[in-house]
């Protein structure tokens, strides 16, 4: 049996009268691929952002990998296996594709004036194990990125841009990733084709557990092992993509049918 990777119990997220998340009860297995699917404005983002330590919960806890991360900020999420994209590019576009991705190597290179000024050659050591790091990963999306580690990222077009952004979270070899709406600013094709890019080299990664925030369905039901829908905060089903879809709750919720 999978063991449990990430679990909410109760978790509530109030912003001012409004509860964007409810008492909501979350289990995730490990290795699974999942859909985190509801209608706009059900709390899909706050959830990413709660269990990614952004935003904090107004009750209830956090459980990742065996340990209470409810009170756990970002910063501290991330060393412990917790990676994400977000909805919106959040590239530093002036900066270098290696900038770009080395951020997600927050703490690895020593950057004490003392080390960098007495102890240069390591310094210099760190820096090139980095850079052969990051252009490894980008090397696996096998695109000619890797060509490009250097250059701004303004340069790349939106695919790459993605790509870039799946690196920075894999840097680290996270053991959970959440990928929010990977579809936002591609085309159908694009999603698809990233989508499988990133299933071909996950095992290269551990296999790491794998959230999606999706609104194209048909991506949703091509990748997920199981689907968690959410509506008004709350988890109205979950299941298998073709279970939830013929739910009644989540057809009136979801789809605007009865
Ligand atoms: N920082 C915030 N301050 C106030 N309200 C917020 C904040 N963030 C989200 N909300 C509200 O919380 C609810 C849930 O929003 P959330 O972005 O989590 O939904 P979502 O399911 O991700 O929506 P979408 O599919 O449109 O991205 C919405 O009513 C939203 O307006």
Known sequence: MKDTILATRGLTVRFGGLLALNELDVSISRGDVIGLIGPNGSGKTTFFNTISGLVPSSSGSITFEGSDTTKVKV??????????????????????????????????????????IVRRSAFHAELRQLTQEVEDLLSKFDHGLAKKVFEPAETLGMIDRRRVEICRALLGKPSLLLLDEPSAGMTHDETNQLMDEILEIRPKFGNPTIVIVEHEMGLIERVTDHCIVLNYGQKICEGKFKEVAADPAVRRAYLGQS
């Open 75 to 116: 910063d501290q999420l991330a060393p412990r296996g917790l990676a994400r994209t977000f909805q919106r590019s959040r590239l530093c576009l002036p900066l270098s594709v290696f900038d770009n991705i080395a951020m997600g190597a927050q703490g690895r290179i020593s950057s004490t004036v003392w080390h960098n």
